[in-house]
Nanobody
C-alpha cells in the first residue's frame, strides 16, 4: 500500500482544514487507517484512527471534538477534517495504514505497516 497525504497549508487559529490521504492497492478497505502528527522538535504523536469499514473512530484527547476522520473505500481515500484549529496543532501530518490484528486502539506507531510522506499544517495565532 502506498499512501499520499495532501491538503496541508497555512491557516489562522479557528479555521478549518481537511487533509486527504490517497492510497494505492486493492486492499485499502481492509486496513485500519490512522493519522499522526509531528510538531517541530517533538516526537510523532497519534491523532486518530478509523476502522476498516469506517464504523469506528478513536481520537487523541487533544483533538477529540475538533477533528473527525472519515474514509471512502471506493475512492481509496481517508480524510482528516480539522476544525477550530489551534497553533499547537501545527506540524507535519502523516497518514498510516495498519493490518487489523484484533487490537482496538491502534494508537502506537508500531501498529502501522505503511506510512505516507506527510503534509505540513501551520496554524498561526
Amino acid at each position: 500500500v502506498q499512501l499520499q497525504a495532501s491538503g496541508g497549508g497555512l491557516v489562522q487559529a479557528g479555521d478549518s482544514l481537511r487533509l486527504s490521504c490517497a492510497a494505492s492497492g486493492r486492499t485499502f478497505s481492509s486496513y485500519v487507517m490512522g493519522w499522526f502528527r509531528q510538531a517541530p522538535g517533538k516526537e510523532r504523536e497519534f491523532v486518530g484512527r478509523i476502522s476498516w469499514n469506517g464504523g469506528g473512530t478513536y481520537y487523541a484527547d487533544s483533538v477529540q471534538g475538533r477533528f473527525a476522520i472519515s474514509r471512502d473505500n471506493v475512492k481509496n481515500t481517508v480524510y482528516l477534517q480539522m476544525n477550530t484549529l489551534k497553533p499547537e496543532d501545527t506540524g507535519v501530518y502523516y497518514c498510516a495504514a495498519a493490518r487489523p490484528d484484533g487490537s482496538t486502539l491502534y494508537r502506537t506507531m508500531s501498529k502501522y505497516n505503511y506510512w505516507g510522506q506527510g503534509t505540513l499544517v501551520t496554524v498561526s495565532s
